[in-house]
């Protein structure tokens, strides 16, 4: 049956390349036997290519792909989301943040007084300052190098043929095999997001972090040097207490209040009540983590002997913000070969992130590092 219409295709070919080389003939005067087995030439090699190389290509091309759209901003949010600040609901991450992005910061004076009747130019009281931060991603990359067959279960079942050719699977399957790649790459963002501080050159200096922002803004609240030592279970008490001391009154009743403190120092705090007769929990339950009904967090990469306490949410009234985007929609994601040869790909990932605070004047700091 097959040969039957390899046999056809080629009388029907032959029948059309005569035809129009008459009509060529007629038009321009060319020889119309040439041009017809130029045609006829011409068909034969697209017919064979067709039948011996379906793909289209003449030998096979490892080309870096680019990924965009659902797969690339699946992954982004990925990596932005693996961080307790960002799943605790603590910071407002501004997506999309290419180049620059500015945190409105509204500030207005006392404006009441005694009703006038005609209001001039030299009863007007109050100031009415608009100014802002800005949020200026860095770009960074995250690379890492992994062998297909760990994954060939995800993505086997729709390129049953040949081996792994990423751009060709369905996207629901990029998006999959991306998201198992996601748990292999350690996007780190986390510890950026607190400790991190920016370099020229060094890895581990990406972008400034929430806790640089803080000790560089000269704004902030901060506790007598002379009386910052560091955090143990039998002051851990008196150093909040020192902390809440110094919180604007106006902030006190806010709702999104916290207190930010170690894993470490939050265990002391935790003791420190469990030691108190008649009001700490017993020792088989954990105390709320609670200072004068403010909620304390604590967060693993965040540092011992510090504290912090602010406004903090995913709301615009937060305290901590967060840009991140991917570098452009056409080299944000690539995988390939490592070499020819080899068995091994590469993933690699290029993002941009960076943080700020809206206020520092809203915020209280213990710093005993």
């Avoid at 912090?308 to 690539?334: P, Q, R, Y």
Wanted: aromatic residues 10%; glycine residues 8%; hydrophobic residues 40%.
């Amino acid at each position: 049956m097959k040969l039957a219409r390899i046999i056809m295709s080629l009388v029907l070919t032959m029948v059309l390349s005569t035809a129009m080389g008459t009509g060529i003939e007629m038009a321009v005067g060319l020889n119309a036997t040439a041009v017809a087995g130029t045609l006829f030439g011409g068909s034969i090699m697209l017919g064979a290519a067709k039948v011996f190389m379906p793909n289209g290509l003449l030998f096979d091309v490892s080309i870096n792909t680019a990924y965009a759209g659902e797969v690339l901003a699946k992954l982004l949010v990925r990596a932005t989301t693996g961080n307790q600040l960002v799943e605790g609901g603590h910071i407002r991450v501004e997506p999309n943040v290419n180049h620059k992005f500015y945190i409105p910061r509204l500030k207005t004076g006392k404006m009441l007084q005694k009703r006038k009747e005609m209001p001039e130019s030299s009863d007007s009281k109050g100031d009415f300052n608009l100014d802002d931060k800005a949020l200026e991603p860095k770009e960074f990359m995250a690379y890492t190098e992994f062998n297909p067959r760990s994954f060939e279960r995800f993505w086997r079942p729709y390129q049953p043929k040949g081996e792994l050719v990423f751009r060709e699977l369905p996207t629901h399957v990029q998006n999959t095999l991306l998201a198992e790649l996601a748990k292999v790459v350690d996007f780190e963002l986390g510890g950026h997001f607190i400790n991190g501080e920016y370099a020229a050159t060094g890895d581990d200096k990406l972008f400034n972090g929430i806790l640089k922002r803080i000790t560089d803004d000269t704004d902030v609240i901060k506790v007598d040097s002379g009386t910052v030592e560091p955090i143990t279970v039998q002051n851990v008490v008196g150093k909040l207490t020192a902390v809440y001391a110094l919180i604007p009154k106006a902030l006190r009743g806010k709702k999104h209040l916290k207190f930010f403190m170690s894993v470490e120092d939050a265990d002391l705090y935790d003791d420190a009540l469990s030691k108190r007769q008649y009001k700490g929990s017993n020792y088989t339950d954990k105390n709320p983590e609670r200072f004068k009904s403010i909620q304390i967090v604590p967060l693993a990469d965040w540092p011992k002997d510090v504290i912090v306490c602010t406004i903090a949410s995913m709301d615009l009234d937060t305290n901590f913000w967060a840009g991140v985007a991917h570098v452009n929609d056409t080299e944000a994601i690539k995988i390939d070969r490592v070499t020819n040869a080899g068995e091994k790909y590469f993933f690699k990932m290029l993002m941009k992130a960076d943080t700020n605070i809206a206020f520092g004047e809203e915020v209280v700091l213990y710093d005993a590092r």
